[in-house]
């Protein structure tokens, strides 16, 4: 590959056009075996350095990509990877342009969980159980999810939310068994539950 023009469009980030083929962007971290002091108007790439400079344009489109995504709402990476891939983005290049927005901060599995949690809270009263469960079934890390929980329950009391959820769970004159089982499907435990129907004197 011969590099006809070159040209900075972000910190890092460049849109290259070669001699032949279409103009391309890519970010030089992403570069391998390549000096990006290479990198310039009239350089002539060897096979090595050329493939290598294909493949950080590809790791570069999968950032953008996921850049999309990010702007208009959290995501952790699970979710995102997947959306990624449906946009027939190569796998390797998926996971490391999410490397790259983990170490910025761009991408945060914790930060998205916090997000969710308290989105989730405004409509839903449940447990701890059932919201490490909802977590991970979307795929989000074990640790940023505990640390998450931990987070929320710090700032909302358990025992008050299984409380709105027992008054939820009267409406319709149900059982005790068909109430208890209710709360336990919404991820309180059976000493939460006892506690509050104990409570109130059922």
């Known amino acids: ?37 290479k990198i310039r108007a009239g350089a002539e790439l060897t096979d090595e350095e050329t493939a290598d400079v294909l493949n950080a344009a590809l790791v570069y489109s999968a950032e953008y ?8 709402a959290e995501h952790c990476r699970a979710s995102l990877l997947l959306k990624l891939q449906k946009k027939e983005i190569e796998k390797n290049a998926c996971n490391r342009a999410l ?13 998205f969980a916090g997000a969710w949690l308290r989105t989730r809270s405004i409509d839903h009263a449940e447990g701890r159980i059932r919201l490490a469960a909802e977590l991970a079934q979307r795929g989000v890390d074990r640790g940023a999810a505990a640390r998450a929980l931990d987070e929320f329950f710090e700032e909302h009391d ?45």
């Not at 490397?99 to 930060?111: F, I, P, S």
């Open 65 to 72: 990509a996921a850049m999309t995504y990010l702007a208009r």
């Open 99 to 111: 490397d790259y927005l983990e170490g910025v901060g761009y991408l945060d599995d914790e930060r």
């Open 1 to 37: 590959m011969v590099i006809r023009e070159i040209m900075q469009t972000l910190a890092g980030v460049y849109e290259v056009t070669p001699v032949t083929g279409s103009a391309f962007f890519l970010r030089c971290e992403y570069l391998d075996v390549t000096d990006p002091e």
């Open 158 to 202: 358990q025992m008050d939310i299984c409380r709105r959820a027992y008054r939820k769970a009267l409406i319709g004159s149900r059982s005790e068994d068909k109430i208890r089982a209710s709360l336990a499907r919404k991820g309180f435990s059976m000493k939460e539950i006892d506690a509050v129907i104990k409570e109130n004197g059922d």
